[in-house]
């Protein structure tokens, strides 16, 4: 029997927009058809059919599946606004207004095939039309080719048969010239001198050779250092910083695809448009590079640009939460800065020096961030007042702030070493106090979370979680995602024991979107979704609505195949939807899933009973009861008449 679907509908001038609820539904499986005055939607179980009031332009409807169901785009024939979606005709103009349409609609997709037919015989035509024009058109080039080429090579031949001739007439005359008498006049002529050809080229005036002498050349002793291959033996310059040995320490970069990569200006660059990005893993490996290249036992002859590498590596780290790391380079780079402003102090202008003495209070209060996240108050506090002293003027308020928050930061250790005790509520204490301090601490808000749900304070828990999430999807950075991945199975563990497993499984599946690597994480994914599909199959089975159980039980057991509550539900969906051969394999992989649970076992064995003795097959049907009775003695009443019907068919 199909299920009249529910629907909701929404307009305007120009367009209507249904909406229909088809739980379970796929779209390979649904049927919807559409005239102008028409809507029929078949999608077992579900029917629904609809005569609207007005016409509409079916050619341009759209159906479009969404979470939430199928939804039809219909746009109006007419603009203009509907007072209701159905017409209120009677029955017997409804019915004959409905073939109408649908008659209508049909002739209208039969001409629009044959319009289509005709259309391809048509392109089919023109391509094959133009295929021929084409072919002719390059025989022709072919053919208007080889009559060049051929009048050329007549050309040629007609020219070289004219120069043959002309050569034989010549050597004829000189021929009759030789054979002729010579007269006395001739005789006493003296003879022409032989012509003799000139040579091609004449001998042009050529000097002497040059020399032969050794040429002497000195070259100005370099200062600075040079490659290891290089014979660098000279003396140092006097701006030169001291060195062991004249070799310069160039490590190549493994990863460079270009020389640009061996450049460490174009590698610093690099990474600061990474950090601009967001990008900071990319951007620590950038500066990396060229910290390499460029930290060497010459590194004091470019202090200050190499300090800039570890400072901005030192915010990398920071954003990547490592903080010993940020912590170390920010030694480097305060070591540098000093360094350079010990040689430097004489010849700096006034100006410089500020600037220099800002850059350090920069990587002193990010070196005192990195130690107030390690747990070293101490360390933190000496940082940031050295960093106030050395600040300018506008920098510092903020570091003023940073600096009070470190009573805060001290109430959170405490209580952290409480929570590790187990005194949840002297650590519950100390957080909210830590809260009165900085309330923006989102580690705070994660670990008050943690107390109220190791003592059941459920509610207090989804609060706390919700409180951290909101300022972590504020905040930017890589390091990010795993502390609210945490912080969001942690308010999914608490709302899955309030119940609330719909919210519990989307707070688990954008968990496990930021770590996707983690098992445990993905485990508990699929238990909660498993938990949702279970209960939305109780759910439809309660309402009769079997089908749809039967489809929300299988995406539970693809969740999580050992559940079995699900199995001995999908049993008895299989059973009562008279599928009993599909029951029967239910039932067989239940029972090698439910050996440790005897009640659920019993259960199972009846249910497969049951679909055994609807086929026929009566002896085993009656060992699985015998079975279940043996499994759970409190079935033997209720099985009692089923035991006496086998009995009678065996």
């Given at each position: 029997?199909?299920?009249?679907?529910?629907?909701?509908?929404?307009?305007?001038?120009?367009?209507?927009?249904?909406?229909?609820?088809?739980?379970?539904?796929?779209?390979?499986?649904?049927?919807?058809?559409?005239?102008?005055?028409?809507?029929?939607?078949?999608?077992?179980?579900?029917?629904?059919?609809?005569?609207?009031?007005?016409?509409?332009?079916?050619?341009?409807?759209?159906?479009?599946?969404?979470?939430?169901?199928?939804?039809?785009?219909?746009?109006?024939?007419?603009?203009?606004?509907?007072?209701?979606?159905?017409?209120?005709?009677?029955?017997?103009?409804?019915?004959?207004?409905?073939?109408?349409?649908?008659?209508?609609?049909?002739?209208?997709?039969?001409?629009?095939?044959?319009?289509?037919?005709?259309?391809?015989?048509?392109?089919?035509?023109?391509?094959?039309?133009?295929?021929?024009?084409?072919?002719?058109?390059?025989?022709?080039?072919?053919?208007?080719?080889?009559?060049?080429?051929?009048?050329?090579?007549?050309?040629?031949?007609?020219?070289?048969?004219?120069?043959?001739?002309?050569?034989?007439?010549?050597?004829?005359?000189?021929?009759?010239?030789?054979?002729?008498?010579?007269?006395?006049?001739?005789?006493?002529?003296?003879?022409?001198?032989?012509?003799?050809?000139?040579?091609?080229?004449?001998?042009?005036?050529?000097?002497?050779?040059?020399?032969?002498?050794?040429?002497?050349?000195?070259?100005?002793?370099?200062?600075?250092?040079?490659?290891?291959?290089?014979?660098?033996?000279?003396?140092?310059?006097?701006?030169?910083?001291?060195?062991?040995?004249?070799?310069?320490?160039?490590?190549?970069?493994?990863?460079?695809?270009?020389?640009?990569?061996?450049?460490?200006?174009?590698?610093?660059?690099?990474?600061?448009?990474?950090?601009?990005?967001?990008?900071?893993?990319?951007?620590?490996?950038?500066?990396?590079?060229?910290?390499?290249?460029?930290?060497?036992?010459?590194?004091?002859?470019?202090?200050?640009?190499?300090?800039?590498?570890?400072?901005?590596?030192?915010?990398?780290?920071?954003?990547?939460?490592?903080?010993?790391?940020?912590?170390?380079?920010?030694?480097?780079?305060?070591?540098?800065?000093?360094?350079?402003?010990?040689?430097?102090?004489?010849?700096?202008?006034?100006?410089?020096?500020?600037?220099?003495?800002?850059?350090?209070?920069?990587?002193?209060?990010?070196?005192?961030?990195?130690?107030?996240?390690?747990?070293?108050?101490?360390?933190?506090?000496?940082?940031?007042?050295?960093?106030?002293?050395?600040?300018?003027?506008?920098?510092?308020?903020?570091?003023?702030?940073?600096?009070?928050?470190?009573?805060?930061?001290?109430?959170?250790?405490?209580?952290?070493?409480?929570?590790?005790?187990?005194?949840?509520?002297?650590?519950?204490?100390?957080?909210?106090?830590?809260?009165?301090?900085?309330?923006?601490?989102?580690?705070?808000?994660?670990?008050?979370?943690?107390?109220?749900?190791?003592?059941?304070?459920?509610?207090?828990?989804?609060?706390?979680?919700?409180?951290?999430?909101?300022?972590?999807?504020?905040?930017?950075?890589?390091?990010?995602?795993?502390?609210?991945?945490?912080?969001?199975?942690?308010?999914?563990?608490?709302?899955?024991?309030?119940?609330?497993?719909?919210?519990?499984?989307?707070?688990?599946?954008?968990?496990?979107?930021?770590?996707?690597?983690?098992?445990?994480?993905?485990?508990?994914?699929?238990?909660?979704?498993?938990?949702?599909?279970?209960?939305?199959?109780?759910?439809?089975?309660?309402?009769?609505?079997?089908?749809?159980?039967?489809?929300?039980?299988?995406?539970?057991?693809?969740?999580?195949?050992?559940?079995?509550?699900?199995?001995?539900?999908?049993?008895?969906?299989?059973?009562?939807?008279?599928?009993?051969?599909?029951?029967?394999?239910?039932?067989?992989?239940?029972?090698?899933?439910?050996?440790?649970?005897?009640?659920?076992?019993?259960?199972?064995?009846?249910?497969?009973?049951?679909?055994?003795?609807?086929?026929?097959?009566?002896?085993?049907?009656?060992?699985?009861?015998?079975?279940?009775?043996?499994?759970?003695p409190s079935f033997a009443a209720s099985l009692e008449n089923d035991l006496k019907a086998l009995h009678k068919l065996l």
């Open positions: 029997m199909p299920i009249t679907a529910e629907y909701q509908w929404e307009q305007t001038k120009a367009a209507v927009s249904l909406l229909v609820p088809l739980r379970g539904a796929k779209p390979n499986t649904s049927d919807v058809f559409v005239s102008a005055e028409y809507v029929k939607i078949n999608s077992m179980p579900y029917f629904l059919e609809l005569d609207l009031r007005n016409s509409i332009v079916p050619s341009k409807a759209r159906a479009v599946f969404e979470p939430q169901g199928l939804r039809l785009f219909l746009p109006k024939a007419e603009p203009c606004k509907w007072s209701d979606l159905v017409t209120e005709l009677e029955k017997e103009e409804r019915v004959e207004r409905r073939e109408a349409s649908i008659e209508a609609r049909h002739e209208e997709l039969r001409q629009e095939k044959i319009t289509g037919k005709k259309e391809r015989v048509d392109d089919d035509q023109k391509a094959l039309k133009r295929s021929m024009e084409l072919e002719n058109e390059k025989k022709q080039w072919v053919e208007d080719r080889k009559a060049e080429e051929f009048a050329k090579y007549e050309d040629q031949t007609l020219n070289f048969e004219e120069k043959e001739k002309a050569a034989e007439a010549m050597l004829l005359e000189d021929e009759e010239t030789e054979e002729e008498p010579c007269s006395s006049e001739a005789a006493q002529k003296p003879k022409p001198a032989v012509r003799r050809r000139k040579p091609i080229e004449e001998a042009a005036n050529i000097p002497p050779p040059r020399c032969s002498n050794v040429v002497r050349m000195t070259f100005t002793k370099t200062t600075r250092p040079t490659p290891a291959r290089a014979d660098n033996a000279d003396k140092l310059g006097p701006n030169d910083a001291p060195r062991s040995r004249p070799i310069l320490k160039r490590l190549s970069n493994p990863d460079a695809v270009d020389i640009g990569e061996q450049n460490p200006d174009w590698l610093k660059d690099r990474g600061d448009k990474y950090v601009q990005m967001g990008d900071f893993q990319s951007a620590e490996s950038a500066y990396s590079a060229a910290i390499a290249l460029d930290d060497d036992q010459y590194v004091d002859t470019i202090a200050q640009k190499v300090a800039s590498y570890y400072s901005n590596r030192a915010l990398c780290y920071m954003q990547l939460t490592r903080f010993k790391n940020c912590a170390s380079d920010c030694d480097r780079a305060l070591a540098l800065l000093r360094e350079y402003e010990s040689r430097q102090r004489h010849e700096l202008p006034l100006e410089q020096q500020a600037a220099l003495s800002v850059r350090m209070s920069r990587v002193l209060a990010r070196r005192a961030s990195a130690h107030a996240q390690l747990g070293d108050v101490l360390k933190s506090r000496e940082d940031f007042e050295h960093a106030i002293k050395l600040c300018a003027p506008e920098h510092r308020e903020a570091l003023e702030h940073d600096l009070s928050k470190l009573g805060g930061l001290e109430l959170k250790l405490q209580a952290d070493s409480a929570t590790r005790e187990g005194r949840y509520d002297d650590a519950l204490l100390l957080y909210v106090e830590a809260l009165s301090i900085d309330g923006s601490n989102p580690s705070v808000h994660s670990n008050m979370a943690l107390c109220h749900l190791a003592m059941g304070e459920h509610e207090h828990c989804v609060s706390a979680c919700s409180q951290c999430i909101q300022i972590l999807d504020g905040e930017a950075g890589v390091g990010k995602p795993a502390q609210l991945a945490k912080v969001l199975a942690r308010r999914g563990s608490a709302l899955s024991e309030l119940r609330r497993l719909k919210e519990a499984f989307t707070d688990f599946e954008r968990a496990c979107e930021l770590i996707p690597s983690d098992t445990t994480l993905q485990k508990d994914c699929a238990r909660i979704g498993a938990a949702v599909h279970r209960a939305n199959a109780d759910e439809s089975f309660s309402q009769g609505e079997l089908e749809l159980a039967l489809a929300e039980y299988e995406l539970g057991l693809a969740l999580d195949e050992a559940s079995a509550p699900m199995l001995a539900n999908q049993a008895t969906c299989l059973l009562q939807l008279q599928k009993y051969d599909e029951c029967i394999e239910v039932c067989n992989n239940a029972v090698e899933v439910l050996q440790a649970k005897p009640k659920m076992l019993a259960s199972v064995l009846v249910r497969r009973g049951s679909a055994l003795g609807k086929i026929g097959q009566y002896s085993r049907a009656l060992d699985d009861l015998n079975k279940a009775i043996e499994l759970q």
